[in-house]
């Protein structure tokens, strides 16, 4: 049974910073591209950055250069580190392969308010 677990959300203030984990079981982990969405209030999921089974990694151009996704697969983990974050960026935040969607996590709330 397939697993993905983040953690690391909350709130924060407009210029803050973040780093979301994203913990994967019952897969071989480094076989899969995995990705990083968000979907906020009313919204459509939306891809947000990916990281390939070898490492490339690819933004959605709202957060590139703001927003850097990596990897351990040692650890089965993916990360999110979220810089200069903006109130646009609220949103539930979830990992999950790419590009077939089949496996996601709970989610994890994201905040940004003065």
């Known amino acids: 049974q397939v697993q993905l677990v983040e953690s690391g959300g909350g709130l924060v203030q407009p210029g803050g910073s973040l780093r979301l984990s994203c913990l994967a079981s019952g897969l071989v982990f480094s076989d899969y591209h995995m990705a990083w969405y968000r979907q906020a209030p009313g919204k459509q999921r939306d891809l947000v950055a990916l990281?390939?089974?070898?490492?490339?990694?690819n933004y959605a151009d709202s957060v590139r250069g703001r927003f850097t996704i990596s990897r351990d697969d040692a650890q089965n983990t993916v990360y999110l580190q979220m810089n200069s974050l903006t109130p646009d960026d609220t949103a539930v935040y979830y990992c999950?392969?790419?590009?077939?969607?089949?496996?996601w996590g709970q989610g994890t709330q994201v905040t940004v308010t003065s």
């Open positions: 999950g392969d790419y590009p077939r969607r089949r496996y």
């Open positions: 990281i390939t089974s070898g490492g490339s990694t």
